[in-house]
């Protein structure tokens, strides 16, 4: 999988944290509600990032794609 899928889950965190933490300062007025489910968040995002992330580079899997659909098809 390109390394560019995974970013977006890690990102996911930084983009999600914003809007939510105003609604929750809002309806709680307190900020430990915002940590907690950001650090969920990322928790989360970071796990997906480690299941999807790939150190191999994008040539090698481009070449085994492209090997596998030739032996398939």
Known sequence: MPLCVPQVFASLGGMVAPPLGTWLLASTGQWYPLYAI????H???GGMFFA???DTPARQLLYAASRSKAKSG
């Not at 950001?38 to 968040?41: G, K, L, N, V």
């Open 43 to 45: 928790l989360l995002a």
């Open 38 to 41: 950001s650090a969920a968040i």
């Open 52 to 54: 999807c992330a790939s």
